[in-house]
């Protein structure tokens, strides 16, 4: 195996290893207070594998963890109604 080939081996090998530790950090006692590396292992998981990964458990674990921080950790969010408050919160910016 030459250079090239053990740095390609060693770059698959650290991604695996922090995208496991991203999606298990869900079932850790403190939570995460840094949403960039949910956010950036998201667009890493669309990137690698697809679209339809974001469909996936380990998108929706990330994503969880972002939407934890955003909401609280066990908070019961209608999208609806999350989706109506947003709309309505861009139409008195704007006026």
Known sequence: MNSDEKSIKKQRVAKARHRS??????????????????????????????????????????????????????EQVDLCEEWSRLCASDRREVA
């Open 21 to 74: 530790m991203l999606l298990t950090a869900y079932r850790h006692e403190s939570m995460a207070c840094n949403p960039l590396p949910f956010l950036h292992g998201i667009a890493e998981l669309v990137r690698d594998t697809g679209t339809d990964a974001i469909q996936g458990d380990d998108a929706k674990r990330m994503l969880w963890m972002v939407i934890a921080q955003a909401y609280g950790q066990m």
